[in-house]
């Protein structure tokens, strides 16, 4: 029994001598010949300690984990925080004295006078915890801030092992915290150790980090606590869960006057001070505790419907700035986005005024751009963003950057784009089928084209586009690029259509469809991303400068110390000469006016009975509205079956001007071939056979408006450009050798595009050319011809009757202009349908 004892004493004076040497200083062995036998335990103690390096992860000074906050355009509307750790570093200069001093005089009181490691302390705790063999007490609050860090930083890399290692209440980790403990303090100094521990420490209640604390308990930053208000948080650091003043309010004023009394036994607070404060409530910012805002789920109310474009940014950001979402969500950034929320909230007010219901299968989609940069500025939609069970009402989809509906006519810009490059002009006339159109180069037997409503024969770009004929322009795939899709495709790829590159069966669906030579591109049959679409159409306002869309502003982005962060964003690039944008643009104000800002008859035969959006423009012209440019795109629906029954499935309007682009979608994401019917403000039959894309152009009106109307334009136009007017004659019908040599003498380099133009001009010289209009370096493409003349009859104009009259969209408003309706489907063959206009 003696022999027990002895051993037990030996054992505890072990441990004692063990402690003394982490202590790091020459008095533990001055106690060595007073332990006796345990003098070997203690030096292998001693041994161990000078042995033991700090880990670098603990001394690698790398910041903490901070919450990131997203703003509006304004950079000061707060969109939506995100976080892990619900963190924000504050200044140590910044916080109130007392709130050090309460934390030094209630957990290391001797903070200002060791060096890490407190010897006195450890004397203390080692004889007082030697009977019970518990190595708890005695840590200095550098020590305390090498346990938070270890801590930290297992919870980071998701180490469950390292997590306990670093709480363990053993020997080895007191030695490694002393080690770790003197080596901070080497290269830390005591203010910025105590800053590290204020901002590292967790609080409870989700708050990590004074600051936080200080909002969470109590609404306020923390260089505005009060003594009170400081104490009890300084007593939450030990136990947050035990002293949690939500859960354990007793417990928790216990804790602070606790506090209280450790500041007036050192000295910084006096008694009837203390007794004063003890008087006063807890007074928490609310009686129970709140949910922190995290994330877009949590966004900002006071910005309608603001969740979706949260979203999108998010997205955008992993996906394309080079930041990790996880970087993101844990780096306290700054991120300054393009949204502009007065023109979100007007634009939603407009929408939810009008008689959508968001239960509805369908639903509309309509962001805007800015052309000139690309900023995506607002995410309108009918729907709320959300999730609510068994209410349709509400959704988190990707409403705007998915791509699940065809567009229609609005694919008529990639041909006519495309058109215009190769140096086609606005008077390029066509002969067509109104109804029946059969392709003549194009493999697709049995497939035809036919147009809904009474079209001429024979057409001319400048009326076609605008009107929307489905024989038309897939007589231009068919005539002008004998089939030969690619020019078209790669316009609309070069334009942001990054749908038409995601793979299927190995090839993307770019690739397909020009392998295919599938004439039905130009009808808009493919799955459109509403928001690539607005921004493809933002080109021609910005004379030929493609910005891809993106939701953050250059610049955009700082860390916590202000520093502007690097990282990608998509830059812009010229897609289309100025004369090419300009003349686009020209034609597609006859869409909305019915008229073209240069209107020149071609041979005085000009047939254009207006375009397909007029009828709902009257009322914007009629009170002094800018000309907006535009196109409709109409798609047709299906029965059970994938039959074509005649009636449509999604409507589809685009309006351009130069601050701002937006298309307006109204589809059904998750079957977009079904008929829509039942639209607001339709007073016709409603049953999906009178809702045209057109009508697409109430819902942008009525959103952007009041914006557009106080920001008056005038479109520039081709006339407008610097440089000369080439020479048809030195160009057309010239061997390419020929045409070349006259170009360089005007200073202009040349460029031979690879896909032949039908052209009655010679096979292998020159047919067409753009741009007509140039300064000295510009670069000129040459189309030259296949030979194969394009069929063109005298121009007639329709007799129109009861039977082939146009469809109206509305009873209630003007009429609007025939809507081409092209049969074809997907893969070129057979008859399937898809409306034009």
């Avoid at 008056?712 to 440089?723: C, F, I, K, Y």
């Amino acid at each position: 029994m003696a022999r027990a004892s002895g051993l037990t004493v030996l054992s505890k004076l072990a441990k004692l001598a063990a402690l003394i040497a982490i202590s790091g200083v020459l008095v533990a062995g001055l106690l060595l010949p007073y332990i006796g036998g345990a003098g070997l335990a203690a030096k292998a103690g001693a041994d161990k300690f000078l042995n033991t390096k700090c880990p670098s992860s603990t001394l690698t000074d790398q910041g903490v984990q901070q919450r990131t906050n997203i703003y509006a355009s304004d950079g000061k509307t707060l969109i939506a925080t995100l976080f892990d750790q619900n963190r924000q570093v504050v200044a140590y200069k910044g916080l109130p004295a007392y709130v050090s001093t309460a934390l030094i005089d209630t957990e290391d009181r001797r903070f200002y006078a060791h060096h890490g490691v407190d010897m006195r302390g450890l004397l203390r705790a080692a004889v007082s915890n030697s009977s019970g063999g518990s190595t708890q007490g005695a840590s200095t609050l550098t020590e305390q801030y090498v346990k938070q860090v270890n801590l930290y930083n297992a919870i980071n890399a998701g180490d469950q092992k390292a997590a306990q290692a670093a709480t363990d209440q053993n020997i080895d980790r007191k030695i490694s915290d002393a080690q770790c403990a003197l080596d901070i303090e080497k290269k830390f100094n005591k203010p910025q150790i105590l800053s590290k521990y204020l901002n590292i420490a967790f609080f409870g209640e989700n708050s990590y980090g004074i600051q936080v604390a200080a909002q969470t308990y109590f609404g306020r930053s923390a260089s505005k606590l009060t003594v009170p208000q400081a104490a009890m948080l300084v007593g939450l650091v030990r136990a947050p869960s035990d002293y949690d003043p939500y859960l354990h309010p007793d417990a928790a004023r216990a804790r602070r006057d606790l506090v209280l009394d450790n500041m007036v036994t050192a000295k910084n607070l006096t008694a009837s001070e203390a007794a004063k404060y003890k008087a006063q409530p807890l007074g928490l910012a609310s009686k129970t505790p709140t949910q922190p805002a995290r994330g877009c789920a949590y966004a900002n109310a006071t910005i309608s419907n603001v969740g979706y474009f949260c979203d999108y940014v998010l997205d955008w950001l992993s996906s394309t700035s080079g930041l990790t979402a996880r970087q993101v969500q844990t780096g306290g950034y700054k991120i300054i986005t393009t949204l502009d929320v007065g023109l979100q909230n007007s634009g939603q007010a407009a929408i939810r005024a009008s008689a959508l219901d968001p239960k509805n299968d369908y639903l509309l989609a309509m962001p805007s751009v800015n052309p000139t940069n690309g900023a995506v500025t607002t995410m309108i939609t009918d729907k709320k963003y959300g999730v609510k069970k068994g209410d349709s009402a509400y959704s988190v989809g990707k409403l705007f950057t998915d791509a699940y509906a065809g567009s229609g006519s609005t694919y008529k810009y990639f041909t006519t784009l495309a058109a215009l490059t190769a140096g086609v002009t606005p008077q390029f006339t066509l002969s067509t089928a109104n109804t029946g159109y059969r392709p003549l180069n194009c493999p697709a037997t049995g497939y035809t084209a036919s147009n809904a409503g009474p079209y001429p024969t024979t057409m001319q770009l400048m009326s076609a586009l605008p009107e929307s004929s489905n024989t038309y322009f897939v007589g231009m795939e068919d005539q002008l690029f004998g089939c030969d899709i690619s020019p078209i495709v790669n316009m609309a790829t070069s334009l942001g259509m990054n749908a038409l590159l995601q793979k299927s069966n190995g090839k993307t669906i770019a690739q397909q469809i020009i392998a295919d030579r599938r004439a039905t591109f130009t009808l808009g049959q493919e799955n459109t991303s509403v928001l690539e679409l607005t921004g493809a159409f933002s080109t021609v306002a910005n004379d030929g400068v493609f910005c891809p869309p993106t939701p953050i502003l250059a610049g955009g982005i700082t860390d916590p110390t202000g520093k502007k962060v690097s990282f990608t964003l998509p830059g812009c690039k010229r897609v289309l000469s100025q004369y090419v944008a300009r003349t686009m643009r020209d034609m597609m104000v006859s869409d909305t006016s019915g008229h073209n800002l240069a209107d020149a008859p071609f041979n005085n035969v000009q047939y254009n009975n207006g375009g397909t959006a007029t009828g709902y423009f009257g009322s914007w012209y009629g009170s002094g509205g800018s000309l907006v440019a535009g196109k409709t795109g109409t798609n047709n629906a299906a029965d059970a079956a994938g039959n074509d029954n005649g009636l449509n499935s999604a409507l589809w309007f685009v309006g351009v001007t130069p601050t701002l682009t937006s298309a307006a979608a109204i589809v059904n994401p998750k079957h977009p071939n079904l008929t829509i019917a039942n639209v607001p403000g339709i007073t016709a039959n409603n049953n999906g056979s009178d809702t045209f894309g057109a009508f697409g152009g109430t819902f942008w009106l009525s959103a952007y408006q009041s914006y557009l109307a106080a920001r008056p334009w005038t479109w520039p136009t081709v006339n407008d450009l610097p440089g000369d007017t080439i020479p048809t004659y030195q160009v057309v019908g010239q061997t390419v050798d020929a045409a070349t040599t006259n170009l360089a003498a005007l200073g202009l380099k040349v460029k031979v595009l690879r896909t032949p133009c039908g052209s009655s001009v010679f096979a292998g010289n020159v047919a067409y050319f753009s741009p007509a209009k140039a300064v000295a370096g510009t670069t000129i493409n040459l189309c030259v011809s296949s030979g194969k003349s394009p069929v063109v009859f005298q121009p007639t104009r329709p007799t129109k009757s009861a039977s082939n009259a146009p469809r109206s969209s509305s009873a209630a408003a003007p009429p609007s202009r025939t809507r081409g309706n092209g049969n074809g489907n997907g893969n070129g063959n057979g008859n399937g349908n898809g409306n034009g206009g």
